[in-house]
C-alpha cells in the first residue's frame, strides 16, 4: 500500500517540461484505470492500480514516445468507447436524450427534404447553371393584353421564333406549354380503355436544350415540331414503368392521344420531371405544332396570345445584364407588331414592356414560390423545437455531471489536465447527437412521407422522395454535430471543474444547494420558446378557422364534381351543343339526380378567366372582370342565388341573343350605386363599346378562386352561345371556348355509388368521353386550404412537442432541486414545517422559472414574432390577445402540473432519514 501511493505522489510532483508528453502520460493512465472499471472496479481503485501497473513515470513517458504517431487516433477511439460504455451503463437517460434528440433532428430533417426538393434542388439535366429564363413571374395558362408593370413571362409562339433568329447568345431556346394540360390517351391494338393523362407542348429542342438522352428510342428533333409533320409523343419514364412494365415495345407504337394516332418515339430519361417542379408531372411530351390539331388550341398562332415559357442555355462568357436589355428591346419589337400595342393606350404600354432574366437551373419555379414562404417558416420552428429539445438534454447532462463528480475528482487528482477531461465529456455529448441523429433519420423519412401526404393531398406522382437523399444525410449529420457541441459544451465544462480533494474522501456529502443557474436559465428559456410556438400555433389555427368560416355564398351538401374533356373526347365545338343536352338527360335518368350543372370550371377550382368589359355608353376605364359558361341548371348546383332579373335559362341557345348574368361586385365595379343593371348591355373595350350582352339578372357574390378574392367581379353567360366578337373573327370550328370543363350533380341525398356511375353514364354516350377527376364539392373547397392547413397543423404538432420538452425540463430540474435539497427540507420539518409550506416553497421556484421565461423573454418574443407571419394570416393584425391569453394559462398550467410531482415528493420526506444521509 505504501508503494503504490508514493508511486502516486511521485507521480503527482513530477515536473513537466513538456505539455504534450504529459497529456500522453495521462492517457495511458486512463487507458488503463477504465479497463479496470469495465472490470468492476470503483474509479479510485482502478486509478491507484493503473498508475502503479506502469511501473513508474519513466517507463510511462518512454512507452508515449514510442506510440506518438497513434496517440490522437488512440484518444479518439478511447473517448468513443469509453462514450459508448457510459451511455450503455446510463440506459433510462440514453433513451430519454435519444428520443428527445431523435424528435427534434428528425423534424428538422423532415422539413428540410421538403425545402431541398422545392426551394434548393435544380432540375436533373446538365450543366443547370448556364440554363436562363427569360421570364421571372409565373403565369396560367393562356393570357392576352397589356401588363401593368409590364413585366411579362409568357410569350406568344411568334416572340419565341423572334427571339430564337435574334439573341445568338443562347446556344439553344425552348419553349413549353405554360400549363400542364390533360388529354385522353389509350394505346392501339389493345384492349386498355382511354384515360386522363398530364400532357405538356414543348418545342423541338426542349430535350436538347436541357442536355438529356432518351432513356430508349429517340427524344425530338426540330423536324418533330413543324406543321404537318406526323404525330409524335415522348412518354415519361414513370409513366412507362408504371403503366407498361418498362415494356420495350411501347416505343415505336401507335397511342390514340384525343382520338388522333400519335407515335411515341422513346422514353425520357428516368428521374426527369420536366421543366418544373408539379403534383402532376408530364406523362406525355408532345410538340407545339401538334396543338392545334391534337388539342384545338388556336391560341398557338395568334400573335398576341401569350402561352409560352422560355428557357435557354446561354454561352461561355456571355454577361446577363446587356443580354437582358437586348431581350426586353427584341421582346418591345415583337410586341408593337400585335394590335394589343397599336393604340394610344397600347402605345404608353409598350415603353414599359420588358424582360427580367433569371436562373433557370430550377425550371420553371411556380410550386417554388407557392411553397417558400411556409416552408422557410417551418424550418425556423422545427428549429426552436431542437432548441428546445438541446435545453432539455443540457439540464440532463448537469445532473448526469453532477453524479459523476466522484470520477472527475479522481482523474483530476490523477493529474488529468481540465481540457482532457472536457474533451472527454463533449465526446460522449457528440457520441449522443450521432446516435439520435440516426434515429431521427427514421423519424424524418416517417416525417417527409406526413408532410406530402399534407401537402398534395391525393397526389401519386409528385416528384419528391421520402428516403434521405446524400444532402439530407449530411444535413442530419451536421446537425448532430453541431446539436451535440451546443447542448454539451457548458456541461462538460461545468463537470471538468471537480475539486481533487473530492477524490481522498471516504465518504459522500449532499448539499443544500438546488440547480445551477445556468440550469434555471435554461428551464427559462425553454419556456419562452415554448410560449412562441403555442402564440404561433394559435394564431394559425384562428386564421384557418376564419378561412373556414368565410361564408362563400356556395351550397356544397349533396354536390359532386366531374371534370371531363369533350374536347380530347372528338368533339367539335359545332358538336357540344347535342353533347350537352345528353348528358343532362342521362345524369337526370340516374334516380336522386335535382340538378346537372354543366360549366367552363367550377368555384373554387384554382381557375380563372377574364376579360376586357366596357359598359355601352361609358368611356373604356381597362376594368376587367372574369366570367364563366354554365347552363341553365348550373347557378343552382352550385347554390348561386338570383337576386335581381333571372338567371340562365333554357331558352338561352346557340340561337338566341347573346345574354350575360352578372354578380353583386360587376355591378359595384360598373354602375352607379342604386343604378339598375338589368337591361345595360356591354362588351369588350374599344372606342365604342360593342354592347354584346344584355344582362338579364344579377346572382350574389360567390367563391370562385379563392375564399379571400375580395370585390371578384363576374358574370356569366350561357354555355352554348358563342361570344359575339368570337363569332364574328373565327367560324365555330375554332371557338374552344365553347367547351365544358365541368359536370356538377346535385343529388337528393349523399350517394356514394355517384362516381361509378358518372363514369359508367360517360362512357355510355362515348367510349373517348374519360372522367379526369371526380371530387365531392367539399373535396374541392377544401383543397383550396391544404397549405393553411399544413402550416395549421404543423405548427400546433410542434408547439405540443415544445410544452412537452418544456414541462419535462422543469420537472426534471424540480425534481433535482429537491434531491439536492434533501437535507435542508428534513431539517426544515423538523423544526416545525408543514407539508404545505414545502409544497409551496417548491412551487414558488418553479413557477418564478417559468413565470421569468414568460415575462421577460416569451411575451415580448412572441409579439416580435407575429408581426413576421402576418402576411401569411388571414385577416389579422398583430398579436390576438386571447390566443396570447390561453397559450400562457396552457404553459402555466404545464409548469405547476411539472412541479406539484416533485413538491408533493418532497413535503412526504422523513425527517429522520433526511438528517442521516447527511
Known amino acids: ?114 425545402v431541398n426538393a422545392v426551394l434548393l434542388k435544380n432540375l436533373p439535366v446538365v450543366d443547370p447553371s448556364t440554363l436562363v429564363r427569360i421570364g421571372n413571374t409565373n403565369e396560367c395558362c393562356v393570357n392576352w393584353g397589356a401588363m401593368d408593370d409590364g413585366n411579362y413571362s409568357l410569350f406568344a409562339t411568334d416572340d419565341w421564333h423572334q427571339l430564337q433568329r435574334n439573341a445568338p447568345e443562347f446556344e439553344e431556346l425552348a419553349a413549353m406549354q405554360s400549363g400542364i394540360g390533360q388529354i385522353i390517351a389509350r394505346r392501339d391494338k389493345t384492349q386498355e380503355s382511354a384515360r386522363p393523362v398530364s400532357s405538356e407542348f414543348v418545342s423541338g429542342n426542349y430535350f436538347r436544350t436541357f442536355g438529356l438522352k432518351p432513356q430508349i428510342g429517340r427524344l425530338f428533333t426540330d423536324a418533330d415540331n413543324v406543321e404537318g409533320a406526323p404525330f409524335v409523343a415522348v412518354m415519361s419514364y414513370d409513366m412507362w414503368q408504371n403503366n407498361y412494365a418498362g415494356d420495350p415495345s411501347v416505343v415505336g407504337s401507335t397511342f390514340w392521344v384525343n382520338t388522333k394516332a400519335v407515335t411515341i418515339t422513346g422514353i425520357a430519361p428516368k428521374g426527369f420531371y420536366g421543366d418544373r417542379l408539379s403534383s402532376t408531372p408530364p406523362d406525355l411530351y408532345l410538340p407545339i405544332e401538334s396543338m392545334p390539331v391534337l388539342a384545338n388550341a388556336q391560341h398557338v398562332h395568334i400573335p398576341d396570345r401569350r402561352w409560352l415559357y422560355l428557357i435557354g442555355r446561354v454561352k ?47 425550371g420553371i419555379q411556380d410550386m417554388q414560390d407557392s411553397y417558400a414562404s411556409k416552408l422557410k417558416l417551418l424550418m425556423w420552428i422545427s428549429g426552436l423545437v431542437l432548441l428546445i429539445a438541446c435545453a432539455n438534454i443540457a439540464n440532463l447532462l448537469l445532473v448526469r455531471g453532477m453524479n459523476r463528480r466522484a470520477e472527475m475528482s479522481v482523474r483530476t487528482a490523477l493529474g488529468a489536465m481540465r481540457t482532457r477531461i ?87 456529502r449532499t448539499t443544500t444547494s438546488g440547480a445551477s443557474l445556468l440550469q434555471r436559465s435554461l428551464i427559462v428559456l425553454q419556456s419562452a420558446l415554448a410560449l412562441v410556438l403555442l402564440v404561433g400555433a394559435g394564431m394559425f389555427i384562428q386564421s384557418l378557422n376564419k378561412l373556414r ?62 376579360d376586357g368589359v366596357q359598359i355601352q355608353g361609358q368611356p373604356d376605364h381597362h376594368n376587367w372582370a372574369s366570367w364563366v359558361r354554365g347552363n341553365a341548371e348550373y347557378l343552382d348546383s352550385v347554390g348561386t342565388h338570383v337576386l335581381i332579373g333571372r338567371g340562365i335559362t333554357t331558352q338561352d341557345t346557340s340561337t338566341s341573343p347573346a345574354v350575360a348574368v352578372v354578380n353583386q361586385s360587376f355591378v359595384q365595379k360598373f354602375f352607379k350605386p342604386g343604378e339598375n343593371p338589368v337591361g345595360r348591355r356591354f362588351g369588350s373595350p374599344g372606342p365604342v363599346s360593342s354592347g354584346d350582352f344584355e344582362i338579364v339578372g344579377v346572382v350574389e357574390d360567390t367563391a370562385y378562386n379563392s375564399a379571400t378574392w375580395k370585390n ?36 337528393e341525398r349523399p350517394m356514394d355509388n355517384i362516381q361509378s356511375l358518372a363514369r359508367q353514364t360517360l362512357a355510355a354516350i362515348n367510349p373517348n368521353l374519360s372522367v379526369v377527376k371526380f371530387q365531392t364539392f367539399d373535396e374541392q373547397i377544401a383543397d383550396r386550404f391544404t397549405q393553411d392547413r399544413m402550416v395549421t397543423r404543423l405548427m400546433t404538432l410542434f408547439s405540443i412537442l415544445a410544452l412537452l420538452l418544456a414541462t419535462l425540463g422543469l420537472y426534471g430540474v424540480t425534481s433535482y432541486t429537491v434531491a439536492r435539497r434533501t437535507s435542508e427540507i428534513g431539517i426544515r420539518m423538523a423544526l416545525g414545517a408543514n407539508r ?58 404545464a409548469a405547476a402540473a411539472a412541479g406539484l410531482i416533485p413538491a408533493q415528493r418532497a413535503a412526504s420526506t422523513n425527517p429522520s432519514q433526511a438528517l442521516r444521509t447527511e
Request: aromatic letters at 8%; one cysteine or more; hydrophobic letters at 45%.
Open 1 to 114: 500500500m505504501l508503494k503504490e501511493w508514493l508511486t502516486r505522489l511521485r507521480f503527482l510532483m513530477s515536473p513537466k517540461p513538456n505539455r504534450e508528453i504529459d497529456e500522453e502520460l495521462q492517457f495511458h493512465i486512463e487507458r488503463q484505470a477504465q479497463e479496470y472499471i469495465a472490470a468492476g472496479m470503483t474509479p479510485q481503485e482502478a486509478h491507484r492500480k493503473a498508475v502503479v501497473a506502469f511501473g513508474g513515470i519513466e517507463n510511462v513517458r518512454a512507452q508515449s514516445h514510442k506510440e506518438r504517431p497513434s496517440y490522437f487516433l488512440g484518444t479518439l477511439l478511447q473517448d468513443v468507447r469509453y462514450a459508448l460504455r457510459q451511455l450503455r451503463k446510463s440506459r433510462s437517460f440514453t433513451v430519454t436524450a435519444v428520443l428527445t434528440l431523435s424528435l427534434g433532428i428528425g423534424a428538422n430533417a423532415a422539413i428540410f427534404t421538403l
Open 316 to 362: 461561355p462568357g456571355v454577361a446577363m445584364a446587356p443580354l437582358q436589355a437586348k431581350i426586353s428591346e427584341l421582346v418591345r419589337q415583337s410586341f408593337a407588331a400585335t394590335t394589343i400595342f397599336s393604340d394610344e393606350h397600347g402605345k404608353r404600354a409598350l415603353a414599359k414592356v420588358h424582360v427580367v432574366l433569371s436562373p433557370g437551373g430550377a
Open 422 to 508: 472536457v474533451r472527454q465529456l463533449l465526446t460522449e455529448s457528440i457520441v449522443l447527437s450521432i446516435i439520435s441523429g440516426i434515429v431521427g433519420l427514421i423519424v424524418a423519412y416517417a416525417g417527409t412521407r406526413m408532410l406530402l401526404a399534407m401537402a398534395f393531398p391525393g397526389a401519386q406522382a409528385v416528384p419528391i422522395d421520402a428516403s434521405p437523399s446524400g444532402v439530407v444525410l449530411a444535413f442530419a449529420f451536421g446537425v448532430s454535430l453541431l446539436t451535440g457541441i451546443l447542448f454539451g459544451v457548458a456541461p462538460a465544462w461545468i463537470t471538468s471543474k471537480a475539486n481533487p480533494a473530492d477524490a481522498l474522501r471516504s465518504g459522500t
Open 549 to 610: 368560416n368565410i361564408d362563400l355564398k356556395l351550397n356544397s351538401t349533396n354536390r359532386y364534381i366531374i371534370h371531363f374533356n369533350p374536347q380530347a373526347a372528338g368533339y367539335s365545338p359545332a358538336q357540344v351543343e347535342t353533347l350537352y343536352r345528353t348528358i343532362e338527360e342521362r345524369f337526370h335518368a340516374i334516380p336522386g339526380v335535382q340538378k346537372v350543372g354543366i360549366s367552363a370550371y367550377t368555384p373554387m377550382e384554382a381557375d380563372n378567366w377574364g
Open 712 to 747: 371578384h367581379a363576374m358574370y356569366f353567360i350561357p354555355m352554348t352561345q358563342r361570344i359575339p366578337e368570337s363569332a364574328r373573327q373565327r367560324p365555330i370550328e375554332k371557338d374552344t371556348g365553347l367547351y365544358a370543363g365541368a359536370i356538377v350533380i346535385h343529388t
Open 836 to 893: 404545505s409550506s414545502v409544497v409551496g416553497m417548491i412551487m414558488r421556484g418553479a413557477m418564478l422559472q417559468t413565470a421569468i421565461g414568460l415575462a421577460a423573454i416569451g411575451i415580448p418574443v412572441a409579439w416580435f414574432c407575429v408581426r413576421y407571419i402576418e402576411s401569411q394570416l388571414y385577416e389579422t393584425k398583430g398579436m390576438s390577445l386571447a390566443v396570447l391569453t390561453i397559450a400562457t394559462l396552457t404553459l402555466t398550467a
